[in-house]
C-alpha cells in the first residue's frame, strides 16, 4: 500500500522556488521579444528573490510576515500580464506555450498559498514576548 508523500517546509519551500524559476525562466527563453511576458517575469523573478532573502536571514525572533506578503501579492500580479498572453494566443497549439501556462498556473496557485499563509501569520498573536524570562 503507497502511503502519502508528506513533504517537510523546506521541501516545500525549494518546490515553491523552483517552480518560481522555471516560470520565470520559460518567459525569458521563449517570449523574448514579448514584453507583456518578458518584464513581469524578470520583476517577478526579482521579487521572488528578495522573498528568499527575507525568509533565510530573518532569524526567529523578527517577524516579516507583512513585508513577504506584500511581495507575494505583488508577485501575483506581475504573473497576470503573462498568464493572459499565453491564453490569448493558445491557438498556436505550440508545446512552449502550453508548458508555460502550467508553470504560469503553478506559481499563481503557490504565490496565493504564500499570500493568504502570511495574512495569518501577520494576524497571529505572538507570545514569544509574554513567555520571555
Known amino acids: 500500500m503507497l502511503r502519502p508523500v508528506r513533504l517537510r517546509a523546506v521541501e516545500r519551500g525549494l518546490a515553491q522556488f523552483s517552480v518560481g524559476v522555471v516560470a520565470a525562466s520559460l518567459s525569458l527563453i521563449y517570449f523574448r521579444s514579448d514584453l507583456k511576458m518578458f518584464l513581469p517575469a524578470v520583476a517577478s523573478f526579482v521579487l521572488l528573490l528578495v522573498c528568499m532573502v527575507f525568509l533565510a536571514f530573518r532569524g526567529n525572533r523578527v517577524r516579516t510576515y507583512h513585508w513577504v506578503g506584500l511581495f507575494e501579492l505583488v508577485i501575483l500580479g506581475l ?4 498568464i493572459y498572453a499565453v491564453a490569448e494566443n493558445m491557438a498556436a497549439r505550440s508545446v512552449e506555450r502550453r508548458a508555460a501556462l502550467v508553470f504560469y498556473c503553478i506559481n499563481v496557485i503557490f504565490r496565493l498559498l504564500n499570500f493568504i499563509g502570511n495574512i495569518i501569520l501577520t494576524h497571529e498573536y505572538n ?3 509574554h513567555y520571555a524570562p
Open 127 to 129: 507570545t514569544t514576548k
Open 79 to 82: 504573473w497576470a500580464p503573462p
